[in-house]
């Protein structure tokens, strides 16, 4: 059947009307905040390309962990900042670092709260690469036992999710053994399986300091022309024991986050990441957009694409204005 029977205006006359028919919805518990934590310095330290964030000390991260609990969001995603770094990157698996303190802290404060631990040597490393480098190269199979020593690290701490974003080959399996052997079978490895080499990481490179001194990362990371080679490495993380899967960037994506979504039975994220903040952001500042609709618009996109779960430096604002009931409220202003 078709006009006049059928008139898609209908559903779209009214905003209860169009909340009737939404499809595709942002709900808090399913964002992920993603939390710098920094050795030493002051307890708050804004990050001049990510406007609204800062790194924090370990003290001042339970504060803002429990302050986003209460907002309902699940998740926090933490990076860790040392106060010095080595070629091995051994602040990664230091007992006493930036992130197993934060972890053991915010656990007593806010036992309810789902913490992701980042498990990479680029913020720990001297040259910012993301493991060991021998003869100006990534050594793969030497960086494995480096990796799975700091996810340990973090599931003893208390983390409840590791999450490998380095793109070494092997690195879940070495993971999930090495967690098992260490009596850590509950926690859980949600893996970034598709990271491409992005000119979107800009502003967390600043953030955690861990800009390549020499090179750069596309010998590990993923040549954003293929689709195909994502879904390998999706497949692959999978059977080597990862319990979700990470699509990043997020946006420039959309087309890869449908593709896995399609592929595998875990859950999806997607990693709306530090560029994609920064641009929305220098754009409303110019009055270009309307940076609360932008931000919504943009999430959606994310989950409508098939994100379970969206890794976001907006959750905050957007857990703030689902708490509020404003983000129907713009939409209405459009």
């Known amino acids: 059947m078709s006009f006049p029977s059928q008139r898609g205006r209908r559903l779209r006359r009214t905003p209860g009307l ?7 919805r942002i709900v808090a518990d399913q ?5 710098f934590v920094s050795e030493g310095g002051a307890a708050s330290q804004p990050i001049v390309a990510l406007p609204g964030h800062a790194r924090l000390s370990p003290e001042r991260a339970v504060d803002e962990a429990a302050s986003l609990a209460e907002l309902g969001i699940g998740s926090v995603l933490l990076f860790g900042i040392p106060a ?3 070629a091995e990157g051994s602040g990664g698996w230091a007992e006493d670092g930036p992130v197993p303190r934060a972890i053991r802290a915010i656990k007593r404060r806010t036992p309810e709260l789902v913490l992701w631990a980042d498990v990479c040597l680029c913020e720990y490393t001297d040259h910012g690469h993301c493991g060991v480098v021998r003869d100006g190269e990534v050594d793969n199979d030497a960086t494995l036992p480096l990796l799975s020593r700091t996810a340990v690290t973090y599931a003893r701490a208390g983390a409840d999710v590791v999450a490998p974003s380095d793109m070494m080959d092997g690195r879940v399996g070495a993971i999930r053994a090495a967690l098992d052997q260490a009596g850590h079978e509950r926690t859980a490895i949600v893996s970034y399986s598709v990271k491409y080499a992005s000119a979107f990481y800009g502003p ?3 953030a955690a300091g861990s800009t390549p001194r020499y090179g750069d990362r596309r010998g590990y990371q993923m040549d954003g022309a293929n689709v195909r080679e994502a879904l390998r490495e999706a497949r692959a993380d999978i059977e080597e024991g990862a319990d979700a899967v990470i699509v990043k960037p997020g946006l420039p994506c959309l087309d890869v986050v449908r593709a896995v979504r399609e592929q595998v039975l875990v859950p999806v994220v997607a990693y709306q990441v530090s560029g994609e903040y920064a641009m929305l952001h220098a754009a409303a500042e110019r009055g270009w957009v309307d940076l609360e609709r932008a931000m919504a618009e943009t999430t959606v996109a994310l989950r409508r694409a098939g994100a379970d779960l969206v890794i976001s430096y907006f959750a905050r604002r957007l857990a703030e204005l689902l708490n509020e009931g404003r983000l129907l409220a713009r939409e209405e202003r459009s």
Do not use: G, N, S
């Not at 169009?18 to 595709?24: D, G, S």
């Not at 964002?31 to 939390?35: F, I, K, M, N």
């Open 84 to 86: 010095r770094k080595d």
């Open 18 to 24: 169009r909340a009737l028919a939404r499809e595709t």
């Open 204 to 206: 967390f490179r600043e």
């Open 31 to 35: 964002l992920v905040a993603p939390l």
